[in-house]
């Protein structure tokens, strides 16, 4: 199984600030990596796909990077309704796992 | 426009049964996979169960699998989860979602199973 990581657990940050999440893979998953944000009550969606696509409707301000196990979702500038939690979750292999997720919280 | 709506969910004792369904609309449902996905409270994400478009493909996670079993209708385009032996480990907010080779493009609202005595 992959194992996913992610860090930090908690970002306490201010509207404006850029956020830099962290996700690792235990093994390469290649860059079969989706983000997700989750906001209380409500499902998860889809933010970014394949590493570094944006979904259609994201905002620029959202963006990915990274391969194989070490990936980083960054907002460069943090609007007031961003502040949620981000999951990872890789599609490489069977079973499809997530990390445990990172809180971006208001400062 | 894309619409998935879970239902089934409820308060069931620790050894009981829940069938789950999951109503598509908006998306051609037969053309795409599916998957649930479940959240215990106040945790994180946990992946359950996977099935292709045409139902002969099925993957489980270790925790579920011989207790737990996926089905669509697509004529009815509805997805279902079966569930049997259920623990209180079970309890969970359970997502069904539209699985592409982008990821879990499309979620549900979830529908809440509570295992408990």
């Known amino acids: 199984e992959t194992v996913l990581t992610q860090s930090p657990a908690t970002l306490s940050l201010s509207p404006g600030d850029r956020a830099t999440l962290s996700c690792r893979a235990s093994q390469s998953v290649s860059d079969y990596l989706a983000w997700y944000q989750q906001k209380p009550g409500q499902a998860p969606r889809i933010l970014i796909y394949?590493?570094?696509y944006r979904v259609p409707g994201i905002p620029a301000r959202f963006s990915g990077s990274g391969s194989g196990t070490d990936f980083t979702l960054t907002i460069s500038s943090l609007e007031p309704e961003d502040f949620a939690v981000y999951y990872c979750q890789q599609r490489t292999s069977w079973p499809l796992t997530f990390g445990p997720g990172t809180k971006v919280e208001i400062k | 426009q894309e619409r998935l709506v879970e239902s089934g969910g409820g308060l069931v004792k620790p050894g009981g049964s829940l069938t789950l369904s999951c109503a598509a609309s908006g998306f051609t449902f037969s053309n795409y996979f599916m998957s649930w996905i479940r959240q215990a409270p106040g945790k994180g994400l946990e992946w359950v169960s996977y099935?292709?478009?045409?139902?002969?493909?099925?993957y489980y996670s270790d925790s579920v699998k011989g207790r737990f079993t996926i089905s669509r209708d697509n004529a009815k385009k509805s997805l279902y989860l079966q569930m049997n032996s259920l623990r209180a480990e079970d309890t969970a907010v359970y997502y069904c979602?539209?699985?592409?080779?982008?990821?879990?493009?499309?979620w549900g609202q979830g529908t809440m199973v509570t295992v408990s005595s």
């Open positions: 099935m292709n478009s045409v139902g002969n493909t099925i």
């Open positions: 394949d590493a570094s």
């Open positions: 979602a539209k699985f592409s080779n982008d990821g879990f493009d499309f």
